[in-house]
């Protein structure tokens, strides 16, 4: 079992910029890709960001290509989001995901893939 905690969501105005962490427990002797998914009010769940087991691989979605980087330190269990030019688009909760069984150079996006999720943390982006 793998427990994952999100933190750093809170209200920031447009163009701010925020860090997201999550930090895994539990059996985290193997490696996993990380994710990023988030969800707005009344909306489904959206891909955000993912990287590779290896850290070698990330992808993106389109609507965050640029300003969004995801990246991990392994040896800490925690991966980030740090996301910068914040639109109130962005606004919804994030939720990171670790994905055990895929290849250690892939980074996937579907949300399927994924084993563990956390509980989210709220981003509100609002003047």
């Known amino acids: 079992q793998v427990y994952l905690r999100e933190s750093g969501g809170r209200l920031v105005q447009p163009g701010d910029s925020l860090r997201l962490s999550c930090t895994a427990s539990g059996r985290t002797d193997s490696g996993y890709a990380m994710g990023w998914f988030r969800q707005a009010p009344g909306k489904g769940r959206e891909f955000v960001a993912s990287?590779?087991?290896?850290?070698?691989?990330?992808e993106y979605a389109d609507s965050v290509k640029g300003r969004f980087t995801i990246y991990k330190e392994n040896d800490k269990n925690t991966g980030y989001l740090q996301m910068t030019s914040l639109k109130p688009e962005d606004t919804g909760f994030y939720f990171c995901?670790?994905?055990?069984?895929?290849?250690?150079?892939?980074?996937?996006?579907?949300?399927?893939?994924?084993?563990?999720w956390g509980q989210g943390s709220l981003v509100t982006v609002s003047s």
């Open positions: 990287i590779s087991w290896t850290e070698k691989t990330t």
């Open positions: 995901a670790a994905a055990y069984h895929v290849s250690s150079a892939w980074a996937p996006s579907n949300g399927g893939t994924f084993d563990y």
